[in-house]
């Protein structure tokens, strides 16, 4: 498995685990991310790959990853 395989592979089980948490399926954890992202950038300039949205059963935690200018 290549290092990307392997970082595609964690990233799909982190996101299995997430959902199984918060009691939500995979896909709705995609568009509320989804949706979050274009709230966001309805009021900043950002890229996708930028934010970095995580939800829990608690928390829904946003970080901007960009340089600010």
């Known amino acids: 498995?290549?290092?990307?395989?392997?970082?595609i592979a964690k990233?799909?089980?982190?996101?299995?685990?997430?959902?199984?948490?918060?009691?939500c399926t995979p896909d709705s954890v995609e568009r509320l991310t989804r949706d979050l992202y274009q709230t966001?950038?309805?009021y900043m300039?950002?890229?996708q790959k930028d934010l970095?949205?995580?939800i829990t059963r608690n928390d829904i935690h946003i970080r901007y990853t960009g340089?600010?200018?």
Do not use: G
């Open 40 to 42: 966001i950038s309805k």
């Open 11 to 23: 990233e799909r089980l982190k996101n299995l685990l997430v959902s199984d948490r918060i009691q």
């Open 1 to 7: 498995m290549s290092v990307s395989s392997v970082f």
């Open 45 to 47: 300039e950002v890229e």
């Open 52 to 54: 970095d949205i995580k």
């Open 67 to 69: 340089e600010s200018n």
